[in-house]
Structure formats: C-alpha cells, structure tokens
C-alpha cells in the first residue's frame, strides 16, 4: 500500500512498474553525466543461505573462461570506442575473486574502450584475502574492496550459515587495512535473531580497530526465494539496534554516508550501484539511463549464448516516464541523503524545487528533510523512515523481480504495483 501511494505522490502515476522481456536488445544511450559501471561475477564457492544476488556453484570453474569472454565482448559491444568517462567500476557477486587474475583482464577490457575517472571497488569475502592476491589486485588498479564479514560473533554467523570461526574476517580485514586501499568497507548485518546491543557494539568497534573506513550495515531481510532458518526480527527491535549503529558510529569517529552506511571522515565512500546512472555487465546485472532500467538474464548459460551470437543480454527492460525516473532519483538520493539542487538540473536540465516542491516542502514540515546550502538532507527521523521504506520497496519490488527473473520459465512481463 506505502509503495502504491508513494508511487501516485512522486511518479504521478496510479498504473505498476513495467518490466517486459523483448525480442530485442534496446540501444542504450550512454551520454549521461557520471556513468558508472558494475561488473557481476556470479560464482561462489559455497551458496549462503541469507544472500538474495544471483549467484551458482562455481564448482571446478570449468564455467569462468567462457564467462569472462563473454564479459569482454558485452563490454565492448555496449562502450564500443566512443563513451563519456567511467566514475567509477565495481565488481560485484557472487564472489568476484575466484575470477583471479580476471578481473585484472576485465579492468583492461573496460580501459580499452572508456577512461575511467574515478575508483575501481570489489567485493571481497574474507577466506579470499591473501598477501599475494591483494598485491594482484592493487596492480590491477582495483582502489577499494568491501569485505562481506557480517559479523564477529559465532552466533550470528552460525544464524546466517555462515563458518563461524571469525579469525578468518580478522586476519583478512587486518591484511585489507594496511594493504594501501583508499577505503576499506566492511559489511555488516543488524538484526540477526539473537544478536544483542553488545554484539553490534563490538562488531562496528572491532571493524574499525582492524582498519575499516567504512561500515555497511544492512538490516536482515528475508528474501522469499532465500533459505534461511531465521526469521527477520521486529522493526521495533530494528530501530534499537540502528540507535545503537548511531551511537557506535559517533563513538568511533565516523560520519553516517547513507540511511545504512558510516565512514571515516575525510575518506571516501565505497557504494556498487547507488549512483544516478550505471551500466552494468554480466548474468543478472542492471542498467540504469535517463528512461530506462534494463537487467540481464540471470542465467550464466543463457547470458554466455547471448553475447556469443552477438545480442545484449537482456532479459526485462522498464520505460520510465519522465516524472517516473525523476522519482526514482529522488528515491535513491534520500537514500544518500544528499538531495542536491545542481545535481538533478545536471541530469534532468529541471529544477527541483519546481518538480518536487510540494512533496519536499511536506518532508520539511514533518521534520523528516532539512535545508542544505544545495537542496536537502534527510534528517534521523527521516533517516528512519526511509530505513523502512526501503524495506517495504526491497520486498514489493526488488524480491519479486530476481524471483520472477530468476524462474525456470519467466514470464514475457513483470508488474510491480
């Protein structure tokens, strides 16, 4: 119901979300300010029970030569010779480093086609960290990696199925820290049932003793496609551990980034795909433009078939409307936190203040927004609100798309009211 009157309120529109799969791959304009890329590397070694990404077994890799071909010819069908420069690149998964010295190979492939501008991030999970493949990817030119621990606690793990020996994240994030990275996020969970104040207290101390600029927490949310033993906890219960993040955060000296993220002053921040537009490569990756949000097949067979007989990847593609992307910007940037004047005239050649002037001078009344030199910034009890929003968007829309998208015969349409 939320997610139907915020969508009437800020997209104007009563009519659903509509992803169609076509017969063929839509042109994708790249000329946007800031495009970023991401890279999905779907292969993992073990499957986590708790994790909604598209992932697979990546087994004996027999799968990962013929992946990363079809990687490189994606990459340079979609850049081609002539793109804007690349903010950034991150890679995501699945678990990007059983790619080896791939990635190495992919940065190229991307270097070939497009400056990139800005930093190069990946996601790292700790029994992958060692002295000589971190020296591989800084040669690489990989800048950032966030480090998927979740958390130090064996209880927690062991309720996330996940090994529950922590040195394993201590000796990986203490090799992550010193290693010259310009920023190292670890990610965390809140809300795993049975997991205390204390317990959250310690793992947001303990990432920043072992070298963390950045802290990533994310609210345990049970996918319906997922395998998890565990049950979600009350939001009630969630709001007292995101005080706790608060507090921890202030104690530690970091400066909250985004709704769920917390970095050291002065450093940079690591995010995948929370930018205004993205392209995305590889089996489930997305795409987001000025009108339209495309996502790949989530199939590592299907996707290497496609880029093998020279088609996108494709598998659903949604138009926005003018009024509808613009309210996805603003969605994603309160996100952020950061709604900024100069930055939506950039992308959109409006005003924002024209577009959205009721809705923020609402958000102003009700204390959830508050004035900035550029625009706005969500305050804590818009902070909050927003924590579950994003809830309620992440099960009405994002669960329903990978679910669908990932069935063994996905429809032709996917409709999100």
């Not at 793990?157 to 201590?170: C, E, H």
């Not at 310009?182 to 317990?199: E, M, R």
């Not at 609402?362 to 004035?371: N, Q, T, V």
């Amino acid at each position: 119901m939320l997610t139907t009157i915020l969508r009437a309120v800020l997209a104007r529109s009563l009519k659903p979300f509509v992803f169609e799969s076509t017969d063929h791959s839509p042109a994708l304009d790249l000329d946007v300010p800031h495009l970023g890329a991401y890279v999905h590397i779907p292969f993992c070694e073990t499957l986590c029970p708790f994790c909604p990404y598209y992932k697979v077994a990546y087994g004996d890799g027999s799968a990962m030569p013929a992946y990363l071909d079809a990687l490189e010819r994606e990459i340079a069908r979609v850049l081609g010779r002539s793109v804007t420069p690349l903010s950034s690149v991150y890679f995501g998964g699945g678990t990007p480093a059983l790619a080896g010295e791939g990635i190495g190979r992919i940065i190229r492939a991307i270097k070939f086609h497009a400056e990139i501008a800005g930093e190069i991030g990946l996601e790292l999970h700790p029994r992958d960290v060692a002295e000589d493949f971190t020296t591989m990817l800084l040669d690489a030119g990989v800048t950032m990696v966030s480090l998927g621990v979740q958390s130090f606690q064996p209880h927690s793990l062991a309720a996330l199925g996940r090994p529950t020996d922590p040195s394993i994240s201590v000796a990986a994030l203490g090799m992550l820290g010193t290693a010259g990275f310009s920023a190292v996020d670890v990610d965390l969970i809140f809300g795993i049932p049975g997991q205390s104040d204390d317990d959250l207290r310690r793992d947001f101390a303990r990432a920043v003793e072992l070298g963390a600029t950045q802290v990533s927490t994310y609210p345990f949310i049970d996918f319906s496609y997922a395998s998890n033993r565990i049950k979600p906890v009350s939001e009630r219960r969630k709001q007292g551990l995101m005080s706790v993040l608060l507090k921890s955060a202030e104690e530690n000296g970091f400066t909250r980034g985004s709704v769920w993220t917390f970095r050291r002053r002065g450093t940079p921040s690591y995010s995948s795909i929370t930018r205004d537009d993205f392209v995305g490569f590889g089996a489930s990756a997305t795409t987001l433009l000025r009108d339209q949000f495309k996502v790949n097949t989530f199939d590592v067979d299907g996707y290497i078939s496609a880029v093998g007989n020279g088609r996108l990847p494709t598998a659903y593609t949604l138009r926005f409307s003018p009024r509808a992307r613009r309210a996805y910007w603003l969605f994603w940037s309160c996100y952020n936190m950061d709604i900024g004047r100069d930055r939506f005239s950039a992308f959109f050649g409006a005003e924002l203040d024209e577009e959205f002037g009721g809705s923020l001078a609402l958000a102003k009344a009700l204390g959830i927004m508050a004035p900035t030199a550029d625009g706005y910034t969500l305050t804590g009890r818009g902070a909050y609100w927003f924590h579950v929003i994003e809830q309620l968007y992440t099960h009405q829309y994002i669960d329903k798309t990978w679910r669908v998208a990932m069935s063994a015969t996905p429809p032709r349409r996917i409709m999100l009211w």
